[in-house]
Nanobody, 123 residues
């Protein structure tokens, strides 16, 4: 599986961005998908995850109520809608695919990673 993340950019605090992650291959619908982020000097952290069928989702406490993860298996794409952005959301955002099928926040349970897209939130 190859993953291509897009949709990042520069936005003012309070603004929104919609990140997309397009996957190659016919087995996208069998993977759990996740979004992670990594700020300079910090470890990569889980932001959100969604199970293979989209019924189960997970959100980090820091983004609950502001971010929404969704997927369109017909388009082999997972999305991350980010609203009410804060300067502390600034990071490179990565999408990842897990053979586990579940919505997992553990970085060790993901098998494939995209290249990342930069999100910068100005105050």
């Amino acid at each position: 599986v190859q993953l291509q993340a897009s949709g990042g950019g520069l936005v003012q605090a309070g603004g929104s961005l919609r990140l997309s992650c397009a996957a190659s291959g016919r087995t996208f619908s069998s993977y759990g998908m996740g979004w992670f982020r990594q700020a300079p000097g910090k470890e990569r952290e889980s932001v959100a995850a969604i199970s293979y069928g989209g019924r189960t989702t997970y959100y980090a406490d820091s983004v609950k109520g502001r971010f929404t993860i969704s997927r369109d298996n017909a388009k082999n794409t997972v999305y991350l809608q980010t609203d009410s952005l804060k300067p502390e959301d600034t990071a490179v955002y990565y999408c990842a695919a897990s053979k586990q099928r579940i919505a997992t926040r553990s970085v060790y349970e993901y098998d494939y990673w995209g290249q990342g897209t930069q999100v910068t939130v100005s105050s």
